[in-house]
C-alpha cells in the first residue's frame, strides 16, 4: 500500500544533542510537510516542501532544519533539542496544495 | 492570518446518540476546510474536506459537515456514533497568503467520549 512511513516511531534524545527524524513516502506527492505537536496540542506547521522549493513558517525556530534530498525522502533535524521540543512530530504529503494531507504515524521525540 | 477556533475542548456523547462537533474559523478569503481524526499514538486521517460547491459535505464513516459562510462555520455532524468514533477530532483550514500555501492551521481539538 502507498503510504507515508516515520522512522523511528520513539525517538529519544539528550538535552543538546542533535537529533534526526525520517519521512518517506511511496505516493510521489509533490508536497511534504513537517508538523510539531504538543501534547493536549493541535499540530503546528514548522515548513513544506514543494517539490524542492523549501517554505519555512515565520515562527519555526532556526534550531529546525529540514532537507528533502529527493522526491520520496525528507528529513527534521533538530541541532541542539531543549525540553521544550519534546514533542510528536509528524509528517505529511500531499499532491499539491491546497489537496488532502496524508499523515505518517509520527515519532515521538523525547528529551532528557 | 487565518486561524481555527473549536469551542469545545471534551465532548461526552452515548453510542448511537447524535454528535455535532463545532468549528468556526477566520480567514479573509473563501477557505479550503478540512476535519481530521487522530486516534491515541496515531497520525492524522482525513474525514472530509470542503472546497467549494456544494455546502454539506459526506466524508468517510458516516460523517458530514456543512460550511456556513455567513457563521464561518465548519460544523462535524455524525447521526449515530459508535464507540470506534472515540478519539481527537481537529478541524482545519488552509489559506494562501501571497507567497505560496500556508500549510494546514488546525484548531486546539475536540476529544470525544463514547458512554456505552
Known amino acids: 500500500d502507498a503510504m507515508v512511513i516515520q522512522n523511528p516511531r520513539y525517538q529519544v534524545t539528550q538535552f543538546g544533542k542533535p537529533v534526526t527524524l525520517s519521512c518517506s513516502q511511496t505516493?510521489?506527492?509533490?508536497?511534504m510537510y513537517w508538523y510539531q505537536q504538543k501534547s493536549s496540542q493541535a499540530p503546528k506547521l514548522l515548513f513544506h516542501y514543494y517539490d524542492k522549493d523549501f517554505n519555512n513558517e515565520a515562527d519555526t525556530p532556526d534550531n529546525f532544519q529540514s532537507r528533502r534530498p529527493n522526491t520520496s525522502f525528507c528529513f527534521l533535524d533538530i541541532r541542539s533539542p531543549g525540553l521544550g521540543d519534546a514533542a510528536m512530530y509528524l509528517c505529511?504529503?500531499?499532491?499539491?496544495?491546497?489537496?488532502?494531507?496524508?499523515f505518517g504515524p509520527g515519532t515521538r521525540l523525547t528529551v532528557l | 492570518a487565518q486561524s481555527v477556533t473549536q469551542p469545545d475542548i471534551h465532548i461526552t456523547v452515548s453510542e448511537g446518540a447524535s454528535l455535532e462537533l463545532r468549528c468556526n474559523y477566520s480567514?479573509?478569503?473563501?477557505?479550503?476546510l478540512f476535519w481530521y481524526v487522530q486516534s491515541p499514538g496515531q497520525g492524522l486521517q482525513l474525514l472530509l474536506k470542503y472546497f467549494s460547491g456544494d455546502t454539506l459535505v459526506q466524508g468517510i464513516k458516516g460523517f458530514e459537515a456543512e460550511f456556513k459562510r455567513s457563521q464561518s462555520s465548519f460544523n462535524l455532524r455524525k447521526p449515530s456514533v459508535h464507540w470506534s468514533d472515540a478519539a481527537e477530532y481537529f478541524c482545519?483550514?488552509?489559506?494562501?497568503?501571497?507567497?505560496?500555501?500556508?500549510?494546514?492551521?488546525f484548531g486546539k481539538g475536540t476529544h470525544l467520549i463514547i458512554q456505552p
Open positions: 482545519a483550514v488552509e489559506g494562501y497568503s501571497g507567497g505560496g500555501a500556508d500549510g494546514l492551521t
Open positions: 505529511a504529503t500531499s499532491t499539491d496544495r491546497y489537496n488532502e494531507q496524508f
Open positions: 480567514y479573509g478569503a473563501t477557505p479550503y
Open positions: 505516493l510521489n506527492h509533490n508536497v
